[in-house]
Structure formats: C-alpha cells, structure tokens
C-alpha cells in the first residue's frame, strides 16, 4: 500500500493551473523525487504536502488519513526549505530545539534530543553560534537536524542543494543519502537538477506545465521515455519521426524515416502499419564508424558527415549531419588509449549504427520539447558556419 | 612621498562627516549645554537672566506638583508608546504580506491626514469628542456613557489623541522591517508545529525588533516633552512636564527654572535613548 497518495489534485493560481489532475503513490522509506524545469509544479506540489497550500481538487493520504485540509502543523510532515528559513535571532541550538520547544517538551528531553542532532549532523561547537556565522552547507545541516529532531513520517526537501556552490552540492548529495539511511523516514525532494535527482532517488516523477510526465526508478527514467518531454529533459536524445511499415518479427516494425534506409524499431507501443511513430535515440546508443560497418539483421546503419567535434576527455561529442535534414548527436566514451587511433575529425563520412532495441518509441511527441535539446536547430547551426567566411 | 591609502581614506571621511558633526555641535550640543548652564543662572523680574550663579532653580524644583506630573509624564508616554506598538505591528504585518499594488495604496491613506496641519487636526479631535460631538453622541446612543459626557479634558483625550497622532512615527518603521521580513519562517514556524497566531509571536515579532526599538524612540522621546496635544484635548489634571515649562517660560517669564525642568526632561529622553543603544550592542556583540 501506498504510504503517501495525491489522488487526482489539482491547484489553480489566479485561474491558471500549476498542478493538473496530478496522481501519485509514494512509498515508505524511499528518497522520492519531483523533477521538472521552473514553473512545473513540483514546488506546488510539495507545498500542498507540507500543508502552505490546499488543493482545489484531489485528496492528500498519508499512512491512510485524510490530511488534505490540515494545517502544517498538524502534519508529522517537516520540510527543509530552499533558502533554509533557519531563525535568525535564535542560535543553532534554539533553532533545532524550535519544534521541540513548541511542543513542550521537557527541558531535559530537548537538551538530549537537540545534541544528538548535533552529533549526527556534525555541528557540535556551532550550537551557540547565529545562523549568520555560520556557511553554507553548515546551515543546510542545521535545516535538516531542526527538521528531523520532530521525528517527522515525511521530510520534504525544496531544492536543498540550489543554493550551495558546486563542489558542496555534490558533497550534500553524498551526505543527504547518508543522513536518509540513518533515520530510513521518507524523503520526498524537489528539484530541477536531473543529475541531483537521477543521482540520489529510488524512484523520480518527472513534471511539466503542472503535468506528471512519468514515474519510475532513474533508469526506467532515462532508458524508456514516455514523452519527448522526459527523453530531452533527462539528459540529451535525437528525436526521428517516421510511418510505421510491418517487419518480419511481430514485436518490431519497420520504420521509413526520410532519406533513410529502412529502419527496425521495437514496437512495444504496438503500432499498426501507416501511423506516425516518434523515437528517441540517446547519443551514447550510437556507434561511428569511418568504414562501413559489418551488419546484421537488428542493426540499423546511415551515413552522415561530421560538423562538430567537442573532445570532454573521458568521451567525445560529435554532430553528425545525417540524411533527411537530421542533424544526430552522438557521444562516444573512450574506454582505451586514444592516441594511437586515427581521431574522426571535422568533415569526415561517417557511417552511425544502433541497434533496433536501443531506439525507443515515445507515447506521446510535442515539437516544442526540441528545443530542450543541446543541438541547435539547423537555422542556428547554418549562422555558426557562415560566421569564418566573413572573416 | 606616495599618500598612504588608508590615511587618505581616513581623511576623505573625516572631510565628508565633518559638516554633520558641525551642525550637530552648532545647533544641538551648545544649545543643550546652555540650557543647562541657564538652569544654574539667577533669573531677574523682567525674564531675563541675571549675573552670577545659584542653585536658587534647584531649589524651586523641589516643588511638591512636580513628582506627580512628571510620574504623569511618563505613564502617559509610556501608554502612548505601546498603544502605538500594539496597534502598528498587526497593520505591519499586514502591509507587508499585501501585494505590490495595496500597499503602496494603503501606505499612502495612511500619509495622507498628515498633509493636513497638525494643530488643526488636534482640534479637530475637540470637536469629535466634545459632548455634543458625534463620538459622544454615538456612544450615548448606544447607552455606553450617559448622555452628556465629556470626553474631552483628561489623560484619555491626551493618550487618544497622540496615539492618532504619532502612529505613523511608529508604522512606518516597523513596516520597513517588517516589509522585508522573510515570510518562509513564519511557513518554517508553522511546519515546525506553531499555529498562525504561536508563530507571529516566536518568530515575526522578533524579526521585525530592530523597527519595535525604533518606533519605541520615535514616539516616546516626542512625547515626554510633548505640550500642544496635552494643552488643547487636556484639562489641568493632565498637565505634563512640557505644560509646566511652557507655562514657567511664558506666564511666569522665570528662564533659568524652565531651563532646568528641560534640563530634567534632557536626562529623561537620554535614558531610554541609551538603554535602547546599550541593548542594541549587546545584541549585535553576540
């Protein structure tokens, strides 16, 4: 059973919808992620949990109560937020001892209670200092131990790491994940950052324009989009479109896609000959060759020129211009001494081949999310090549 | 020789505060001490002040009125000053939490009795609260004073009145502070187990105390040397320490005595300014 349920809510903002007719079921113990570019309504979403905002429409069960129209603290729900909110005129001490205090416990209880979240949180000789003397990731600590010292059922997390430098955000990561196998409660996290979610989530729901796209394990995430929001949001593809034809084997069909040779895709949406099929191909599927390569039956192989080349040291990117217009971004990770190979430069012909289970077919496909891609539209990428003729 | 930086830094400010310092000195800290030394002066019958010095003035201050209106004095500040508090910090609070457009509107109703003159707007509150008024005749009305009462004339009408008056001296700057409060840990209060009225006390009224001290000075120090307000809405009974000095200086034409009871009222206004300083220090040391 569900340990947390949003059934069916919906929110509306000033008659615009932030969250429409969302659903979901979170699991107990698990490190749960709302993922989404700014303005999805994750953040909404996770407010209504914490109790700041009430739905217009849906229910709220938490362990099988009810707890939509409770007040926040009426909830054993604690939420860390985004710029901490720690209490300036109280001392670290006060400020994770607040929930305790409030709730009038005694003085004896509080002092244990506040020290151990200290010990854990690594804080000790801080406690009688202001949340102004304190840095950063000091004060992201002082958050969750304020959190945590009320024993909540739920921590919720408002982008916990936006606010820290980049090398902090990673450490956080590490230690986030640490602190949620030491008190094993549920965590539910908001954030923009799909690394941060892929990196630290058992499962992740990926949100746009008030919308839950997907839900699934990071993997399930990244290897099998639903929409063409999720495949260009997490991490990079290459969309194709194309009319499906049969194939011999039932499980997969035949695609034409302009300019191409046929193509063997997976039909797991069970497509029928004549409809339109979309397919996401991530950059790492494809392999480039400078020969042809050896074929067999479940390999699809095109030809295309290289435009770019950006080295990263542990892979290389390249663009490829294929046929048919489609300019294909691929990553080729360098597992063995590079020096010693003729490198694919600039202008070379190259031959791509994937294989036809490594292409997967999206449910449902809007142009808009190209523009999520890192590849520029071909109108940009003809500016960048006219610009050194000027010159 | 090359100019050190920092010493021409130093020189830089001492130039650019020194105007300040200036007028301060001119027109405050000399006439203050002056004040002071006039208090040690003979007077002369024609309201002058005489050659040599005495401690005649201290003497007069002895005077067995004088405990009592200056008690007076500071009870009723004091009320003025927490009425003023009591009543700023909910419409702060509420300032602040509405949106961009409301609250400069709101902001500028709040300004706007103030473009009229301040005496005008004193006896304005004669003619509200004299028995014939309508206040009065409302609250008769409605059976809770006997018809015919007079509202005017005692400590209430003082503290009502400049409460109306100096509240602006007290909203505007807690709702500077308040206006930049960070509204987050009212949610943090409250997902922390506050309910709305736990968390405006623990958590809202504290961030918004560098306004509270403020406001407190703003209208408590006008208010000890008040004497307009006490004079027209006032009756004898209510005379404060400004009354009495006015009255020395122009009836009496005694200088060196109303010197002295300003001098009096001086160290008054000095020591919630230095308490409000010295707890400020501390708290900042901290």
């Known amino acids: 059973m569900a340990f947390l349920e949003f059934q069916n809510i919906s929110k509306t903002f000033d008659g615009i919808p932030a969250v429409d007719d969302a659903s979901l079921e979170i699991r107990k113990g698990e490190i749960f992620s709302l993922l989404g570019p700014s303005g999805c309504g994750k953040t909404t979403l996770l407010r209504m949990c914490a109790g700041f905002e009430r739905p217009n429409a849906g229910r709220i069960i938490l362990n099988g109560t009810d707890i939509t129209d409770l007040p926040p603290n009426e909830r054993r729900v604690n939420t860390i937020f985004q710029s901490y909110a720690l209490f300036p005129h109280l001392t670290i001490f006060e400020n994770i001892a607040f929930g305790l205090r409030v709730a009038r416990k005694p003085d004896v209880q509080v002092r244990e209670e506040v020290e151990k979240m200290l010990q854990i949180m690594q804080l000790k000789g801080h406690e009688q200092k202001k949340p102004h003397q304190i840095s950063g990731g000091q004060k992201q600590r002082v958050a969750i131990a304020r959190a945590l010292a009320n024993k909540p059922e739920i921590l919720l997390l408002d982008e916990p790491l936006a606010a820290l ?126 020969e042809v390569p050896e074929g067999h039956s479940r390999l699809n192989v095109l030809r295309g020129k290289v435009t770019d080349v950006i080295y990263e040291g542990g892979h290389t990117d390249y663009w490829v211009d294929g046929p048919g217009g489609y300019r294909i971004s691929v990553t080729r990770s360098h597992q063995r001494f590079g020096l010693d190979e003729a490198p694919i430069t600039w202008g070379a012909d190259v031959w791509l081949s994937w294989h036809a289970d490594d292409g997967y077919m999206l449910e449902q496909y809007r142009e808009d999310d190209e523009g999520l891609l890192r590849l520029p539209s071909p109108a940009d990428a003809s500016l960048l090549t006219e610009l050194p003729d000027e010159s | 020789m090359k100019a050190d930086p920092v010493r021409r830094e130093r020189l830089v400010e001492v130039f650019l505060t020194a105007p300040g310092f200036v ?208 004079d027209i809405v006032g009756g004898h009974s209510s005379s404060m320490l400004g009354n009495v000095i006015v009255r020395r200086l122009f009836s009496d034409r005694n200088l060196p005595h109303a010197a002295g009871l300003s001098s009096v009222l001086t160290v008054l206004v000095l020591l919630p300014m230095i308490v409000v300083i010295l707890h400020r220090r501390r708290r900042e040391a901290h």
């Open chain 1, 165 to 290: 430098d980049l090398k902090l955000r990673q450490r956080m990561l590490v230690e986030l994940d640490a602190i949620h196998d030491e008190v094993g409660i549920t965590f539910i996290m908001v954030t923009h950052d799909q690394t941060e979610a892929m990196g630290i989530s058992d499962r992740i729901a990926v949100m746009n324009r008030g919308k839950i796209q997907q839900v699934g394990r990071p993997a399930e995430i990244y290897e099998t989009p639903l929409t063409s929001f999720v495949a260009a949001f997490i991490g990079d593809t290459n969309f194709f479109v194309g009319q499906v034809a049969p194939a011999e084997d039932a499980d997969y069909c035949t695609l034409r896609i302009e300019g191409f040779d046929p193509v063997l895709c997976f039909n797991d949406k069970k497509l029928q000959p004549g409809q339109t099929a979309y397919v996401s191909v991530r950059p790492e599927k494809f392999r480039i060759h400078t």
């Open chain 2, 23 to 230: 007028w301060l000195l001119l027109f405050f800290l000399l006439p203050t001490f002056n004040v002071l030394l006039i208090s040690f002066r003979p007077s002369t019958l024609t309201g002058g002040i005489g050659e040599g010095w005495t401690l005649d003035t201290l003497q007069q201050l002895r005077n067995p009125d004088y405990p009592g209106i200056l008690f007076r004095t500071l009870w009723v500040s004091l009320a003025i000053t927490v009425s003023c508090l009591l009543l700023s910090v909910p419409v702060a609070y509420f300032l602040a939490r509405c949106s961009q457009r409301w609250k400069t509107r709101l902001l500028l109703l709040i300004m706007i009795p103030f473009l009229t003159n301040f005496i005008i707007r004193v006896f304005a509150w004669k003619v509200i609260l004299h028995p014939e008024g309508w206040l009065a005749s409302v609250l008769a009305f409605a059976g809770l004073i006997p018809p015919g009462t007079q509202l005017l004339y005692n400590v209430r009408a003082v503290i009502l009145v400049s409460v109306y008056t100096y509240l602006p001296f007290a909203l505007l700057p807690v709702y500077a502070v308040a206006e930049k409060f960070d509204f987050a840990l009212m949610e943090a209060a409250m997902d922390l187990g506050c309910n709305r009225i736990q968390a405006f006390f623990r958590v809202f009224v504290p961030g918004i105390s560098r306004g509270l001290w403020t406001a407190t000075l703003l209208v408590l120090i006008p208010n000890l040397g008040a004497y307009v307000v006490p």
